[in-house]
């Protein structure tokens, strides 16, 4: 039971990133600042979780394996969304869905994840589908312009397209 923990360190932080900002949501909210201080120090703790206790393993019958260069890959990926909040803080401040697009960026995040460490076709596949759908939520962010979302239906109509194939 403890290997779970271990080999899923980095998806049990991501999600529970998410029911923070859940909570946070629910709850009275913070103030754009605070809340994205507080997004990205638990970001930075999501990177060094990500890079240490690195273990070899299989779980779940062999459907999800973890090893030091899949922890690799995790790090690189979650560095990369540490690095969106570090760019993007401007228009983050303004924005009135911080939670919300960091709940859809996290989610894609996750499902990346999923799809790094997958062995499997079927959890391949479901992986695809959980980093494709928030993606195309975020394409739609923007609800003031009209590209925006154009870009997320061709985005769904793609990519229900190509799961029907």
């Not at 019958?61 to 909040?85: A, E, P, R, T, W």
């Amino acid at each position: 039971m403890n290997e779970y923990f271990i080999l899923m360190k980095s998806e049990l932080m991501v999600a529970l990133i998410i029911f923070i900002l859940l909570f946070i949501k629910l709850g009275k909210g913070l103030s754009n600042p605070a809340l994205l201080s507080v997004i990205q120090l638990l970001l930075l703790v999501n990177i060094a979780i990500a890079f240490t206790f690195n273990q070899t393993g299989r779980i779940f019958d062999g459907m999800f394996i973890h090893n030091h260069f899949i922890g690799m890959q995790k790090g690189i990926l979650s560095v990369g969304v540490y690095l969106i909040s570090l760019v993007c803080t401007d228009w983050m401040r303004k924005s009135d869905h911080l939670a919300e697009f960091f709940i859809l960026m996290l989610s894609a995040l996750m499902g990346m994840y999923f799809m790094i460490s997958s062995d499997n076709l079927l959890m391949f596949y479901l992986s695809l589908e959980l980093a494709t759908i928030p993606v195309a939520a975020m394409a739609n962010f923007d609800l003031d312009r009209k590209k925006s979302s154009e870009a997320a239906m061709k985005m769904i109509l793609s990519s229900a397209l190509s799961s029907g194939i």
